[in-house]
């Protein structure tokens, strides 16, 4: 089979993610299995147009902006006229709308939508620019089957009028020798809450720390250790300080995985 995939990021992305890495898991599974496969995601500094990976051809084009247009013109200028079993759109920012202008079925992959939580984190300009063009999902994809990777991610698209019928629910794997707990539980000798994700706004990094005073009130010695980072880490640091937690927050800084080049 011939796949081509669209996500504003691809795992050499400095901001590359969980979607990205979802992502990755499956395009690579293809290309292990003899599919060829081709992804098309944003321009990053430093990053080249065009680029291998791990067996994938990498198309880059447009910004952090603007990729969503960029890259439906690098499809009609170039892709077009290639033939293609299956198109991959991965919608976690701004849809792509392939099902306007693609030449092969189109499969939504839904890690999360924004909604309303948009405004959390952006300008009121650009989360009402998200909001309008995911409002228009249920319309653009009328006959397109979606995935998703949870039972609540499903029902927010049935709430938007997605046919329940139509979407799928396959839970994203893992790999145990990547993410396996070395440390048994009898020898562990302090109760840590973990949080591990990019330090954005909406990630909600924050509720943790606010709720650490309280948990302290009933686990005098547990600790909160985050992982990752992100443009709210000062805010979060700054929160740390005002509530006094500093000695009982650290912030680890990033984990890369395995796809980071």
Partial sequence: MRLLAFNW?????????????????????????????????ELFPGGKPEEEYRGIRILRRGSWYNAHLALAQLYRRRLREERFDLVLEDINKVPFFTPCYVRAPVL???????????????????GGLVWAHESLIPLVYRGVPFLTISESTRNDLVRRGIPRDRIDVVRPGLEQSDYSVTVPPEARELPVIAFVGRLRKYKGAQYAIRALPHVLTRV?????????????????KSLTRSLHMQDRVEFLGPLLHRYKV
Wanted: aromatic share 6%.
């Fill in 220 to 236: 005098p010695d547990a600790r909160l250790e985050i992982v990752g980072d992100g443009p709210y880490r000062g805010s979060l």
């Fill in 9 to 41: 990021r691809d795992p050499s992305h400095p901001e590359a993610g969980g979607a990205e890495l979802h992502l990755a898991e499956i395009l690579t599974r293809a290309v292990r299995d003899g599919d060829e496969v081709t992804w098309l995601s």
């Fill in 108 to 126: 939504a992959v839904v890690p999360h939508l924004f909604g309303a939580t948009v405004f959390r984190e952006a300008s009121p300009a650009v």
